[in-house]
């Protein structure tokens, strides 16, 4: 050492390697910054509100540490391509040793500042409902447009979509990272298929709000429905829904009697969708059980399929994302007097024309020219009626495009609701029993359209108070006007 050269430590020879050149230097602030960001947003994070969302882990896992990766490959890229005058830019740093470390020192604090103001407005945005049905997911515009008119409009995705902690975290990165890949290369299914095999348990997103101990009772239901004759004739149905729960007394009754605490329904599905169910079990709170199967089905053991245990989804599986049958959406729209009945055969004309074949860009003008010319007679459509036709060549063009995606394949009944006959008769169809011929408790003798059913009591879910009449007097009894 030479008698006026000051000593210099392992540290200090550290501190001027990483200033000799900007991209060292640069590198250096980067990975300062990442790992002062990391720190700050895990503190936050385990603070909750916004930042305890899902999507704050597209920062924590994936920004920081790309960031911290980056700057950590360009502190030796810059050594090696300064190698030549390292040792003479080690030695200017001598009269100068903290400048250039106040001004990373700065730099990071400006850009942690900066990260800081910017990420809480991102990671607001990265848990919101547009980010994930636009930005994100654009794939999923049908779901996304369905989902704005449900009665979950204002739950936000990632509450049924993401479980909470961190294993239900680090599942949805993994999950949303193959479907990232997917979009990117066009290899994803159309139709989006339902229902989604790995959705978070319902213990953990419907029973949040809807919890199966809650006693429901019975409900009134009120239907409309029309006929496609010449004067568009309503009818109604009207039935006592007995959706149950459990009573006070702990007994339970009804409907909701399938997600019962004290007795597990389990079922074995064979395919994807899980509508074929040869196969179930009720298995109660004291250990017995009882299997019912189709016949040609054995109880031991179980057939191949998906075991699973019945919650909230397996009936209300289009809760957040329905789509329509043109019948249903058309009643509705009679219902609503979003459309006239007092023009001739107009349900059976507009029947017709939902259910003809269009693409999203011809659907709305398709509609009206196949409106016109069913009403177009000899001498062509009256002024008065062409307004009204207009009219309602823009509903029936409205009910077309939020129930089909002809590029997705995505068309009437895609997704059939669950939470209807077609759900229900998945095990009670009347074939479904035990080894010693005990069925699965089912309906009426016949439907109303006359099918014959076996034994049991439909009852049990519902009763019909009117069927099929246009002036139905049981209304009076409620004080509703018929």
């Not at 191949?304 to 009643?331: K, Q, V, Y």
């Not at 020219?369 to 009403?375: P, T």
Request: glycine share 8%.
């Amino acid at each position: 050492m030479e008698p006026n050269q000051e000593p210099v430590g392992a540290f200090l020879r550290l501190h001027r390697l990483l200033r000799s050149n900007w991209i060292t230097s640069t590198g250096t602030a980067l990975m300062t910054l990442a790992v002062f960001g990391l720190v700050t947003l895990v503190g936050m994070h385990m603070m909750g509100g916004v930042w305890a969302g899902p999507y704050v882990g597209l920062v924590t896992t994936l920004v920081a540490p790309a960031v911290f990766v980056l700057g950590l490959a360009m502190v030796p890229a810059g050594l090696f391509l300064y190698r030549k005058r390292l040792a003479e830019r080690v030695a200017q740093l001598s009269d100068r040793p903290m400048s250039l470390a106040r001004a990373v020192v700065v730099l990071t604090a400006v850009n942690f500042a900066a990260v800081g103001t910017v990420g809480y407005g991102g990671v607001h945005y990265m848990s919101s409902v547009e980010f994930c049905g636009k930005a994100c997911h654009s794939v999923m515009q049908p779901e996304y447009e369905s989902f704005l008119r449900s009665p979950h409009q204002r739950v936000d995705c990632v509450k049924c979509h993401v479980a909470p902690g961190a294993q239900g975290f680090v599942e949805a990165k993994l999950n949303g990272t193959k479907q990232l890949l997917g979009v990117i290369t066009g290899d994803y299914q159309r139709p989006i298929p339902t229902p989604v095999h790995n959705l978070v348990a319902a213990e953990h997103t419907c029973e949040q709000c809807h919890w199966p101990e809650k006693y429901l009772g019975t409900k009134l239901k009120v239907k409309a429905h029309f006929r496609e004759d010449e004067k568009v004739s309503g009818y109604t149905n009207v039935l006592l829904m007995r959706t149950g729960g459990t009573r006070p007394d702990g007994s339970s009754e009804g409907i909701h009697w399938h997600v019962h605490p004290d007795a597990t329904v389990e079922y074995v599905a064979t395919d994807a969708a899980r509508t074929q169910i040869p196969w179930l079990r009720v298995v109660r709170k004291d250990g017995t059980q009882q299997v019912y199967t189709k016949p040609g089905v054995p109880a031991e053991p179980r057939p191949a399929g998906e075991l699973r245990t019945m919650d909230c989804n397996d009936c209300h599986n289009r809760s957040a994302h329905a789509f329509e049958l043109p019948g249903d959406a058309l009643d509705v729209a009679f219902a609503n007097a979003m459309l006239p009945r007092d023009i001739p055969f107009l349900k059976q004309r507009a029947m017709a024309a939902l259910q003809a074949v269009w693409t999203r860009e011809e659907a709305p003008e398709g509609i009206r020219k196949h409106l016109m010319q069913a009403y177009a007679g000899q001498g062509g459509i009256d002024a008065q009626l062409q307004p009204r036709l207009e009219q309602v060549a823009k509903e029936l063009a409205a009910i077309w495009l939020r129930n089909n995606w002809p590029e997705r394949k995505l068309g009437w009944n895609s997704y059939p609701d669950l939470a209807t006959h077609v759900g229900c008769f998945r095990c009670h169809d009347g074939e479904h029993a035990t080894a010693d011929g005990k069925g699965v408790v089912f309906g009426p003798k016949r439907m109303s359209d006359g099918a014959p059913l076996r034994d049991g009591s439909c009852n049990r879910c519902h009763t019909v108070l009117s069927e099929n009449e246009e002036d139905p007097a049981v209304l009076d009894a409620f004080g509703l006007t018929r």
